[in-house]
């Protein structure tokens, strides 16, 4: 039977001259015992097949959002153009407005709604816009949320009841960076409600922005136009959405339309085109730096919400890695334990402190052993009472393999409140949380990266330690016999939509009575870099047998 002995080898050889000088003295009679190594253990080994796909891309989950900006100046109606400020009209400048029946605004919503299949994964929102910004599509919202309606009917409804109050709904100003404010803390209050979901679901925002002309403000008696650096500031700042909630926004992108119109200058009998270029250049700036589209609606044209690019949420996941992890052993420095539950204890611990070996959970409260011993500062694995509110042992959300409850626990007793059980990776190190507790790893964000780590100095970082099953805090290189274990992986087929693969681990310790295996594959969107994916399995092994994982034994 393949076998570890755990023995130290650096040996200085002054301690053995003056030994060799003892027995040198001994009488002959004195028999002389033969040294034992300080740790010496038989294991059997076992080995892992796992046969899986990356998630199809069409069973990703995600939620598609159309927001729709709408500017509502008065520059779509008939005016007299005053194009200094001094609140005297311009001679002659009377206007016929881009807009005046609303057709041009209203009537393509209508359009692209019907171009829109019927799915209760797609939302929509309005925001008016004109001296303030207003969102008035509230009241229609999906029953998990309070910001957007899935519900195409009721929504065209709205439209159209918008459409009809064109005439007395236009008026003031155009302020962008009060529409694109109105926006972010739309989507803010969006997010917040979808953190409150049992299921963790993220969303593409993609913003249609129209207006008719460059951004004019009030100040005081003056007429002020808002500066390409504001605009932009404004923009990053919705941008800023998606770095900071990763898990719930897939992107946001802002789509921008130009429309204008021409008309006759009334003294001089000579047409004027009506465009301006500050407003094409803020509109185009507002797109390019968040990865939208500009396009113009000139002379008359309808707006065209159908001519701008929707988003793919069909994007294929790529594998980031893979652990196979035996939760029936535990290094302790330089030597194995037995573990039989898995729970992160192990049976000699255990025997120690009236906990079972037997089951993960002795007390039967919802809370691990392990978590319990984490709570109480490894004083007992059954004493910590539980006080969860909402969260619930039964639940999940993160697929980490720790329930919501004892996330909640560890984050307030621990951590300070930064462990999310809605993430199974709280400090994006790419180890679950689980894991990273069950090695003593830091689970908080803004700290140093653990992972990257090497405590023992034999120049495997932990991460690599924790995926060959070597011990984090021993030095690999004085345990004779130690044999890492071996991942060897091909692809078995490569299409559009997933990958699928072969996989074999060998030279896994086996557990003292039986192994139980779990395997977590990593994934992450191909294109957006921090949308990240874990699925687990785990199973029961003896007596040196190979065992099999097929994808459909993953969550």
Known sequence: MPGVILQTKRISIWPLFFLALFFFGCKN????????????????????????????????????????????SGSNQRRILDITGDG???????????????????????????????????????????????????????????????????????????????????????????????????????ITAAKTAAEIISSYYVI????????????????????????????????????????????????????FS???????????????????????????????????????????FTKFSIPERNLKNS???????????LWDKGE?????????????????HSSSSATGDSDADGLSDFVEYRLTNGVSATSRSRSCGVHLTTNDADGDTLNDCEEYMLQTALFGGVVTYQSFDSNNDWIPDDIALRYNLSVISNVTDEAKGDQDFDRLDNYEEIKLNTPLNFDNHDIYGLVPMNYSISVVSDGPLQTCYSLDVGDIIEGQDQSLIRVYIFEQTSIIRNKKFIRVSEKAVRNGNTVVFNDEDFN
């Open 29 to 72: 009679s004195e028999q002389l015992k033969e040294l034992e190594p300080l740790r010496v253990h038989d294991y059997g080994k076992t080995k892992v097949d796992v046969n899986f796909c990356t998630t199809p891309a069409n069973q990703v989950k995600t939620y598609l959002k159309f927001i729709f900006v709408l500017d509502k």
């Open 336 to 352: 194995i334990f037995a573990d039989s539950d898995g729970d992160g204890l192990s049976d000699q611990w255990e025997g120690l």
């Open 319 to 329: 594998l980031k890695d893979i652990l196979v992890i035996n939760r029936s052993t």
């Open 208 to 259: 249609f922005f129209v207006s008719d002309g460059a951004p004019w403000i009030p100040s005081g008696a003056l007429t002020i136009q808002q500066t390409l650096p504001e605009i932009q500031y404004s923009i990053d700042s919705l941008k800023s959405l998606t770095e900071s909630n990763p898990e719930w926004i897939d992107s946001v992108q802002v789509h921008t339309g130009y429309y």
């Open 88 to 190: 005297v009209p311009d001679s002659g400048a009377e206007v016929i407005g881009t807009d005046p029946e609303g057709s041009r605004r209203y009537a393509p919503i209508v359009g692209f709604l019907e171009s829109i299949p019927e799915d209760d994964s797609i939302f929509y929102s309005l925001v008016d816009f004109s001296t303030a910004a207003s969102v008035v599509s509230a009241g229609l919202s999906h029953p998990s949320y309070s910001t957007f309606s899935n519900n195409k009917a009721a929504f065209a409804d709205l439209i159209n009841t918008q459409w009809s109050n064109t005439a007395t709904g236009d008026s003031g100003a155009t302020n962008y960076t009060a529409a694109v404010a109105a926006v972010k803390a739309w989507i803010q209050s969006d």
């Open 262 to 304: 021409p008309y006759i200058d009334l003294v001089t009998g000579l047409p004027v085109t009506g465009d301006d270029p500050d407003a094409r250049l803020r509109l185009s700036d507002m797109a390019a730096r968040s990865s939208g589209e500009f396009l113009e609606f000139a002379s008359g044209q309808q707006i065209d």
